[in-house]
């Protein structure tokens, strides 16, 4: 007999959010402190897992979820300037850092493993930082608890933590608006164009009605920056290609939206005030990050949608719930309106009970908000949407793959 999965399927008479007359959606981008911090953790959990999956053919106990990013201090000025007092990163967490086999204790190089791991992503990510002198990185990664270890090491996948994930589908035009301004910014392809834009952007997207506001907050590179003028000129460069990405996205769309751009808002070019930074980092000067105080899990930040509180990154992707319920929240909701209909708004919150099977949550609620109000479509919906939600909680092990091969989102 099947496994209850407790999937609760309904209609509800609501405002689609692109409907509604308000939507607020940020991203923090990859340079941003706070996504910095998610990077590392997650970084180091997947480097982690690769180590465990070699010595002993399985994903051992471990939550990396805790690094903080205590910022530097820098003297920016044209032409480049200089790192005066590096930023400190302390990679925190639980980690399975020793195994009893066969009566002999075998240590494994947890600490190691996630400093190199820290140190190839900052390299490979932000090329304007040197991570041996711009940067002071620390771990610090103890055992975990036995309640914790014990729900773990069973032979069925149980959750370690009574908690809940949420997504939702389709992405508004605010919404893939704003998440594809910053993927190009912070594209390779972009920083050959215009080096002078650092990693450290961040992209908040306000829509009233049809009117459709995008701010950009976006820290620039003195050491490609000879002066004021030509600060001015590359902000004109920026302004241009995001305005024609940004109004090829909304024609491409089909949607009626009156689109202003405005980019560092805090400048002040009379009072010789610019974001001017030596690493394209705001990390280096007052800025510190955690883990969880940015983006959500599908890259956003979405005050007007159903989010959760829980941090993503860096939590093992074998049993805790704050990671592997928000990812699948997602993946479901995102399958639902891809195989069933464009117009139909899909919510999903998933909850956990600790100590019970994964695959078999406490409820999993699955909202479908019809976008043209047509009542008989969501009926004939139904039976699909609890199809799709129960497939993804039968196969909890793919959500597993997709999260230690990187092929998944987390901040």
């Known amino acids: 007999m099947a496994a209850p999965k407790n999937i609760y399927v309904e209609n509800i008479h609501d405002l689609p959010t692109p409907r509604g007359k308000i939507e607020l959606v940020e991203r923090k981008g990859i340079g941003h402190p706070d996504s910095v911090a998610d990077a590392l953790a997650e970084s ?87 991570p041996d002198s711009d940067i002071i990185l620390d771990a610090r990664l103890g055992m975990g608890s036995d309640d914790l270890r014990g729900v773990y090491q069973t032979s069925k996948v149980l959750a370690n933590d009574t908690s809940f994930g949420v997504g939702y589908a389709p992405y508004s035009i605010t919404d893939r608006l704003v998440l594809k301004t910053e993927e190009m910014i912070n594209s390779p392809k972009f920083k050959k164009i215009l080096p002078e834009t650092g990693q450290d952007v961040k992209v908040m997207g306000s829509r009233v009605g049809k009117d459709l506001t995008m701010t950009i907050a976006c820290a620039m590179v003195d050491r490609y920056i000879d002066d004021a003028g030509h600060y001015a000129s590359a902000m004109e460069q920026l302004y241009e290609k995001v305005n024609e990405n940004a109004l090829n996205i909304i024609d491409k769309s089909g949607e009626d939206i009156n689109f202003k751009l405005e980019l560092n808002t805090g400048d002040d070019y009379a009072r010789g005030v610019y974001y001017l930074t030596v690493t394209g980092l705001s990390q280096e000067m007052g800025d510190d990050g955690s883990v969880g105080r940015g983006n959500r899990c599908n890259g956003l930040i979405t005050p007007y949608r159903p989010m959760s509180m829980e941090a993503t990154s860096g939590k093992n992707p074998i049993t805790h719930i704050g990671k592997i319920y928000n990812v699948m929240s997602r993946l479901i909701a995102q399958d639902i309106a891809d195989k069933i209909s464009a117009d139909v708004e899909v919510k999903v919150r998933i909850l956990s009970q600790i100590g019970k099977p994964v695959s078999e949550p406490l409820n999993c609620s699955v909202q479908l908000v019809s976008m043209t109000e047509r009542e008989s479509a969501l009926k004939r919906w139904k039976s699909e949407a609890e199809s799709i939600a129960y497939d993804w909680l039968d196969n909890v092990d793919k959500i597993t793959k997709l999260i230690i091969d990187g092929k998944v989102r987390t901040f």
């Not at 999956?53 to 910022?71: P, R, S, Y």
């Not at 201090?73 to 400190?88: K, L, N, W």
């Open 44 to 130: 180091v959990s997947r480097a982690l897992c690769k180590m465990y999956l070699k010595e002993f053919g399985t994903v051992l106990h471990h939550n990396t979820d805790e690094t903080q990013i205590a910022a530097g201090r820098s003297a920016p000025r044209f032409g480049g300037g200089t790192i005066v007092d590096p930023t400190y990163i302390l990679l925190v967490g639980r980690a399975t850092t020793e195994v009893t086999q066969d009566n002999v204790l075998k240590e494994l190089p947890c600490k190691p493993v996630a400093l190199k791991a820290a140190h190839e992503y900052i390299k490979k990510t932000f090329p304007n930082v040197d």
